[in-house]
């Protein structure tokens, strides 16, 4: 009878409790955003040595592992990896799907990273090589390891294209508030976004945002809109870190050298006339 009695005061009790209001959980205060250090101008301090961590470079698409040219084994194998486009593939028209197969195949001898071309926008972000920020009041310049590239974001009053094509684009930038926007335009036609051979025509326009997420990182997002070649505008997202190795610089990656034997290998194959 008494473990009959225990056993009903513990059932009272645990009715009781279930009837009384839980109790609050502690408010816990909100994370506050990241407030960059500032420049001169009052803006965020975007100064320093940067570079992406993924697999954009070779695919901004998902994608599995894929074999290299067979002669070289595993050296020139590709990792797989994740989407970087927002919603995860890329919006071409029904013909320029099929150029991109095309490019795809032909990407060992086709991609103008083979010939050390400049690597266009927003490619040379997320290259697996370093670039540096180096910013003033009116004008941020960027600099790509990779075949010396480089491009001047204009802060101040600019034409708004140039009268002709480039490689890099011509970059006009503003803050909205912390995020640095640039946008890019007055491209050629001869640069792809990645390895895949995905690409676009000179009626590419690209909206860049550089927005500090930490103190050693950005976060990049770029806006791609080309109705030559696709049926909408698409975005990508990825984060940039901040290269903190001691002493840490740029160094020259001047690739024409590498990239001769395929250039000009077929003047020196033709006979002598």
């Given amino acids: ?35 960059a250090p500032r420049f001169y101008d009052g803006n965020p301090d975007l100064n320093g040595i940067w570079q992406a961590v993924g697999t954009a470079h070779w695919d901004l698409e998902a994608h599995h592992a894929r074999p290299g040219p067979p002669q070289f084994g595993a050296l020139f194998a590709e990792p797989g990896g994740m989407s970087y486009v927002d919603g995860g593939t890329i919006p071409y028209q029904r013909w320029a799907a099929e150029q991109k197969r095309e490019n795809f195949e032909q990407r060992w001898t086709a991609d103008p990273e083979a010939r050390c071309y400049m690597p266009g926008m927003p490619r040379a972000t997320y290259m697996p090589v370093p670039f540096q920020i180096v910013q003033s009041m009116n004008k941020i310049m960027m600099v790509y390891e990779f075949a010396g590239a480089q491009r001047t974001i204009h802060l101040d009053e600019v034409a708004e294209t140039y009268p002709i094509d480039t490689w890099m684009g011509h970059s006009r930038g503003r803050w909205e508030g912390d995020t640095l926007v640039v946008q890019v335009n007055s491209f050629n036609d001869q640069t792809w976004f990645d390895r895949a051979g995905n690409f676009h025509s000179n009626a590419l326009r690209v909206v860049e945002r550089f927005t500090p997420g930490g103190p050693d990182r950005l976060d990049y997002e770029a806006t791609i809109e080309d109705a030559n070649v696709f049926t909408r505008p698409w975005t990508i997202r990825m984060p940039l870190y901040r290269r903190l190795a001691e002493r840490m610089q740029l160094l020259e990656f001047k690739c024409v050298e590498f990239s001769e034997e395929l250039l000009y290998g077929h003047l020196r194959a033709e006979p002598a006339r």
């Fill in 1 to 35: 009878m008494r473990q009959l009695a225990g056993l009903a005061a513990v059932l009272a009790a645990v009715a009781i409790g279930a009837a009384l209001p839980a109790p609050s959980a502690p408010a816990h205060a909100q994370e506050p955003a990241y407030t």
